[in-house]
């Protein structure tokens, strides 16, 4: 359970019950540690002010105090002894956790309840034991460290720790906190033997070892786990070592801040270089109003403030609890056994665990709430080393995590009450700004214009020489250098590979390798992937490249093309299709509006004879209605010769001629029979200006096709490459872009992959385009430097494939922070892009004059907005054709005297309008 002792202040400074005195003392064991006098005469000084100023009750209680020494189990063991044979109905201790877990054993088998003030190691308390933790575990401790490094963003940390129990707890804690946060990384952990003998002289260095560690680290955030005698040792060898500068933070954890005595001199004051240290420390109330008030009276009634100290006030604390329990419990237990019990015989108390249990209730409820009822516990202080001592800075509780003094929720890292390390009031940043001192072996092969080597007699021998080396890679280390401030050497890798895999030994080669071997710190630019960053870290990406095509234009080929339907290439077949359904569909209602329309030359004639009250009218209504069909023939002919020599109009815009008129559109032709009808009129016009757009779409499309073979013209995608039979492709082996199409799930970068003509070096690539009969694919920056002072070639981009460019690096390399810092600095400035264009070329050569340009094969997708102008037409014309019926209905109803609703039924039916005149 977590506690704290803010409640017991309340019932501290409030009159319960008056006492009867008919009850002789309850008698409580106190185990003191000889070898602290000072801390251990505090605590009974405040032990017993606070059994002589309890509030009253039945119950009073009277210490029984014995002294040992922590270098002798049998000094410890004569101690419990001698407080179990004295009757005690407990016994509370202020060690610390590897301690108390020898004592909780040892007063344990007697059944006696043990009440551990600082103890913190949460696997010792157990109920066989009856062991009662007055403090919260680590593992909370570890949180609130946890969340003190978050608040702070010092992303990465480094820990010294006790090789002892307490101290290996809190490290591996916080290395789960941290690799359960991916933006946290822990470098350095160093332990240390608790058997050092610190009475020796300060010429003596008991640290150096584990502290030279955190010397050569980047790491500037170290958290120190350790028990507090330690703690004034470590820090003047640190200070020694230049550890303890404004650049750095330490975090002590309780064993320290807790016991901040250890730290003073014999003057009781401080040395200046501990101010800027954070900790924590169990939360016990110090700094608010019930804690001064005790305090006030404490020091009225002789006492020394300084002897409130968290151990004194958890035992303060536990005695109140151990009074209320015993009150409570009243007759329920029998003190009578305990005269009994003898480390001899090592028989128990029967009611140990009744008191114990009770004790168990009372923290319960006197613990996990604060004043206000809230549930806060376990807590916390976030302690800050100022001129006077560590002060409170804030606390953490599970609950609400990490806040300031007065409860507030703000950002730590611009509080101005703060002091790190050198008295500084502003945040440091946790890890070194410069690698002085460092010496980097960079991994490097002869690639332009990443980098390249000097062929000279004197470079022939000292290969690994900067001075060697040239291009934009070897350009930004060597200014990555000059500002960081380290040394550096160029390596190559024995196989004179970027990357290789043995698969029967999984195993990688080349100046990837060499990274995850940590036989190389850095190296020249690597393209960053899923898989690589598995194995290796990169720096922040500084160049994006893309697949590239380089050709010289093909000027002798005269090669015609092979398809013999090669006029059908500028469209799809969909599209094809598309337009014969539309041909369809468009002389369809061409036909519709002509016979339906009331202003087409057909509607007008059936609208007469429906109308007209002649016999031969009369006749020909009589035929229709026995042919059953509404747009027939108006005429019936005994002889064939009438027929033929006889015009009617009424057919001439039939289906079958609507069809003729709709196709001639497609080569711009006409027919002399045009629509009289607006509606009829309307969508001809639309499908004409469709016709218009779609043929000069066609025209042109068809005229780069039959030229794209032509001298002069290239190829500028993959599916183009593929299909041509001209051109063959080649590369330089061992590239990326080229392993990315090997690897590619996509059937053309295969197909491609599988066609290359592999060369070994960037110069065979270049004289093989320069041959006319090669296209060299590649990434964009080996282009640009290639052919930078060649503009006769024709670079076309494709966004098939793209990378992106960094410098790798070791796992977990300590320097990586400060190598990403200065490379967001660079990038701010334009630095990466000014060395870019300077060996590249700038901007890459625009495509060659010889080319006429590129073909595109129209899909149905890219013609939607042409099929949607057609559709609109098509609307229009039936809106507009409902406009033609509401006008000669409109005139009918004048002429008829019949309503407009009738008028246009009679229209739209075709039936006889009969007049009322």
């Not at 009276?297 to 958890?314: E, I, P, Q, R, W």
């Not at 013209?713 to 299909?723: G, N, R």
């Not at 390399?813 to 990466?832: D, K, L």
């Not at 002429?895 to 009738?902: T, V």
Request: charged share 20%; glycine share 6%; hydrophobic share 40%.
């Amino acid at each position: 359970m977590e506690h704290s002792v803010l409640p017991y202040f309340l019932v501290f400074l409030t009159t319960l019950q008056s006492s009867d005195g008919t009850h002789s003392p309850y008698k409580v064991g106190l185990l003191l540690n000889s070898e602290d006098r000072i801390e251990s005469d505090a605590i009974e000084r405040f032990a017993d002010f606070t059994i002589s100023n309890s509030p009253k009750s039945n119950v009073t209680l009277q210490l029984s105090t014995r002294q040992f020494s922590d270098r002798s189990n049998l000094s410890l063991l004569k101690a419990i002894c001698s407080l179990i044979e004295d009757d005690v109905v407990a016994i509370m201790s202020t060690s610390d956790s590897t301690l108390t877990a020898v004592q909780s054993d040892l007063i344990g088998q007697f059944q006696i309840p043990f009440m551990a003030a600082r103890a913190t190691n949460p696997f010792t308390q157990t109920e066989k034991n009856l062991e009662v933790r007055l403090s919260p575990s680590d593992i909370h401790q570890s949180e609130a460290i946890f969340a003190l490094l978050k608040e702070f963003r010092w992303n990465t940390f480094s820990i010294l720790s006790s090789a002892d129990t307490y101290g290996i707890r809190c490290t591996v804690q916080l290395q789960k906190l941290a690799s359960q946060d991916s933006d946290f990384t822990f470098k350095d952990i160093q332990h240390f033997s608790v058997n050092k003998n610190l009475s020796l002289p300060s010429s003596e260095k008991l640290f150096t070892k584990e502290l030279k560690v955190f010397k050569t680290s980047l790491v500037k955030v170290i958290v120190l786990s350790s028990q507090g005698r330690f703690a004034k040792r470590i820090f003047s060898e640190a200070k020694e070592m230049g550890l303890m500068g404004e650049d750095y933070v330490w975090i002590t954890t309780d064993g320290i801040t807790a016991r901040p005595d250890f730290l003073t001199y014999n003057s009781g004051s401080y040395l200046s270089y501990y101010q800027g240290i954070f900790g924590t420390a169990p939360f016990y109330g110090k700094g608010n109003s019930n804690y001064n008030e005790m305090q006030d009276a404490y020091v009225v009634s002789g006492g020394n403030s300084a002897d409130l100290t968290m151990s004194s006030v958890k035992i303060s604390f536990g005695l109140n609890v151990l009074q209320t329990s015993l009150s409570q419990l009243g007759t329920c237990i029998d003190r009578s056994t305990l005269s009994k019990i003898h480390c001899s015989k090592k028989n128990s108390w029967a009611d140990g665990r009744t008191l114990y249990n009770s004790i168990q209730e009372n923290l319960l409820a006197m613990e996990m709430r604060d004043v206000a009822g809230v549930k806060r516990y376990p807590a916390y202080d976030i302690m800050n080393f100022k001129p006077n001592g560590f002060e409170r800075a804030g606390f953490w509780t599970y609950e609400t995590g990490i806040i300031d003094s007065f409860g507030q929720d703000v950002s730590w890292i611009n509080r101005q009450d703060l002091v790190y390390s050198g008295g500084k009031v502003k945040a440091p940043l946790g890890i070194g700004s410069t690698l002085r001192g460092y010496h980097l072996r960079i991994g490097v092969l002869h690639w332009p214009p990443i980098a390249l080597f000097t062929d000279s007699p004197y470079c022939k021998k000292h290969t690994t020489l900067p001075s060697c080396w040239e291009g934009w890679n070897p350009e930004i280390i060597a200014r990555l250098a000059l500002d960081l401030n380290f040394t550096y050497e160029y390596v190559q890798p024995a196989d004179g590979l970027y990357s290789r895999l043995d698969k029967e030994k999984q195993t990688w080669g080349g100046i990837f390798g060499g990274l995850i071997d940590r036989d190389m710190d850095l190296s020249i630019a690597l393209a960053i992937t899923p898989e690589r960053s598995q194995y290796i870290d990169f720096t922040y990406p500084f160049f994006e490249d893309s697949l590239v095509m380089a050709m010289y234009p093909n000027l002798e080929s005269t090669e015609p093309s092979s398809n013999m339907f090669f006029f059908l290439e500028p469209f799809e077949l969909s599209v094809w299709g598309t337009i014969v359904i539309l041909v369809i569909v468009i002389a369809v209602l061409t036909n519709f509006f002509s016979k339906f329309s009331p202003f087409g030359s057909y509607g007008e004639k059936i609208h007469a004879m429906q109308t007209c009250p002649c016999r031969k009218c009369a006749k020909r209504r009589q035929y229709k209605k026995l042919a059953r069909c509404r747009f027939v023939d108006t005429k019936k002919y005994d002889c064939m010769v009438e027929k033929v020599e006889e015009f009617d109009d009424f057919n001439d815009l039939s289906f079958y001629n609507s069809t003729w008129l709709i196709g001639t559109g497609f080569v711009l032709q006409g027919t002399d029979v045009l629509p009289t009808s607006p509606s009829g009129r309307l969508l001809l016009f639309t499908w004409w200006l469709f016709m218009m757009i779609l043929t000069a779409m066609y025209t042109a499309n068809l005229t780069t096709n039959l030229t794209i073979e032509a001298p002069g013209t290239t190829v500028d995608s993959l599916d183009k490459l593929l299909k041509q039979s001209y051109y063959k492709w080649v590369s330089p082996k061992d590239r990326y872009m080229v392993a990315s199409m090997r690897d590619s799930d996509i059937k053309e970068h295969q197909e491609v992959y599988e066609g290359f003509d592999f060369v070994n070096t960037t110069e065979e690539a270049v004289e093989k385009v320069k041959g006319g009969q090669h296209v060299w694919i590649g990434s964009r920056g080996d282009m640009g430097y290639a052919f930078k002072d060649d503009c006769t070639k024709y670079i076309a981009i494709t966004n098939n494939l793209q990378n992106i460019w960094a410098l790798g690096m070791p796992s977990n390399a300590p320097y990586a922070e400060v190598i990403n810092r200065q490379f967001i600095t660079y990038r701010e400035e334009g630095f990466f892009t000014m060395v870019f264009d300077k060996w590249n070329g700038g901007q890459l050569c625009p495509v060659a004059s010889e080319s006429i340009g590129s073909d595109t094969t129209f899909t149905p997708i890219m013609l939607v907005g042409l099929f949607i102008i057609l559709m609109g037409g098509v609307l229009w014309a039936f809106v507009t054709s409902l406009f033609e019926f509401l006008t000669v209905a409109y005139f009918d109803s004048k002429e008829n005297g019949q309503s407009l609703y009738r008028c246009l039924c009679s229209r739209i039916s075709l039936k006889k309008t009969r007049n009322h005149k």
